[in-house]
């Protein structure tokens, strides 16, 4: 099941011209939908217009985006709703068009919903490339994740990936959290890799209640010396990894208390103010 709409028009059909499939020139957002709740719109929201504002592209409305969800979601009890915004139409070169009107892009997708399995994932043969002009953003440039998504075997779900100075960065498709000795840390973002809305929860519920999160750079050593790994997504919520493959590791501790209670508002009602 795939239904969308473009610019608020039920279509699935774009020109050839438009940036975001010339260069990539965009921001994409991927939601949860379930019991018909746009799970962490807000975070959702405020990752897009920051984005869009990193890459000087008009940022749409969030109501309007709120009414074009609803609309897309209708009777969809539980789904994945794919939010793409591309800086528009313009002609060949680099260059935008100074008029160029911003594409905005709405497609909802099934999905098996929510997933508390432990992970077997594997590291990455691919290096994330430094830039921090595109750190945290979720740009619509994803080659890297996919030659990663690529070469993973049939029986991981998920890959680590470093970066070229061999830092654990993130997952393919999510961010990472590791706790040794009850301390909880987190790669820094702030070269390369996507600041996930999880994370960023996670983050922030640590925060008010004065739980201390190392952000830094570490090394896969620092990850197989852990107690356990965690990873975090929009879709996956936070589930705890059981196996990395290749690695004589294995998980000493339980699910941590406070990443549980996260992983509880992942997926709860949506309290949103747009």
């Given at each position: 099941?795939?239904?969308?709409?473009?610019?608020?028009?039920?279509?699935?059909?774009?020109?050839?011209?438009?940036?975001?499939?010339?260069?990539?020139?965009?921001?994409?957002?991927?939601l949860a939908i379930v019991e018909n709740n746009l799970c962490l719109w807000d975070q959702h929201m405020q990752r897009l217009q920051a984005g869009c504002?990193?890459?000087?592209?008009?940022?749409?409305?969030?109501?309007?985006?709120?009414?074009?969800?609803?609309?897309?979601?209708?009777?969809?009890?539980?789904?994945?709703?794919?939010?793409?915004?591309?800086?528009?139409?313009?002609?060949?070169?680099?260059?935008?068009?100074?008029?160029?009107?911003?594409?905005?892009?709405?497609?909802?997708?099934?999905?098996?919903?929510?997933?508390?399995?432990?992970?077997?994932?594997?590291?990455?043969?691919?290096?994330?490339?430094?830039?921090?002009?595109?750190?945290?953003?979720?740009?619509?440039?994803?080659?890297?994740?996919?030659?990663?998504?690529?070469?993973?075997?049939?029986?991981?779900?998920?890959?680590?990936m470093l970066d070229m100075r061999d830092q654990v960065v993130e997952g393919i498709m999510s961010n990472l959290f590791f706790h040794k000795r009850r301390?909880?840390?987190?790669?820094?973002?702030?070269?390369?890799?996507?600041?996930?809305?999880?994370?960023?929860?996670?983050?922030?519920?640590?925060?008010?209640?004065?739980?201390?999160?190392?952000?830094?750079?570490f090394t896969l050593d620092d990850v197989l010396q852990s107690d356990a790994l965690y990873l975090t997504s929009a879709l996956g919520g936070i589930r705890?990894?059981?196996?990395?493959?290749?690695?004589?590791?294995?998980?000493?501790?339980?699910?941590?208390?406070?990443?549980?209670?996260?992983?509880?508002?992942?997926?709860?009602?949506?309290?949103?103010?747009?």
């Open positions: 099941m795939i239904r969308s709409l473009l610019n608020g028009i039920p279509r699935d059909q774009l020109s050839v011209l438009d940036r975001g499939l010339q260069f990539g020139d965009g921001l994409f957002e991927t504002a990193r890459l000087g592209i008009a940022a749409p409305d969030c109501r309007l985006l709120r009414q074009e969800a609803t609309r897309l979601v209708a009777d969809q009890r539980q789904a994945a709703l794919k939010i793409i915004i591309t800086r528009g139409v313009s002609e060949r070169g680099y260059k935008p068009a100074a008029a160029a009107s911003p594409t905005r892009i709405l497609s909802l997708s099934s999905w098996d919903g929510p997933c508390s399995d432990p992970l077997r994932v594997s590291v990455s043969r691919r290096r994330l490339g430094w830039n921090p002009d595109l750190a945290g953003i979720k740009h619509l440039n994803r080659l890297e994740q996919v030659l990663a998504r690529m070469d993973c075997a049939e029986d991981v779900q998920e890959a680590l301390q909880l840390f987190t790669p820094s973002l702030d070269q390369c890799g996507v600041e996930g809305v999880v994370r960023k929860l996670v983050l922030a519920m640590a925060k008010d209640r004065d739980i201390e999160i190392i952000t830094g750079r705890c990894v059981s196996e990395i493959a290749g690695h004589d590791w294995k998980p000493k501790a339980s699910f941590h208390p406070f990443l549980a209670e996260v992983a509880e508002r992942v997926f709860g009602m949506d309290d949103s103010v747009c």
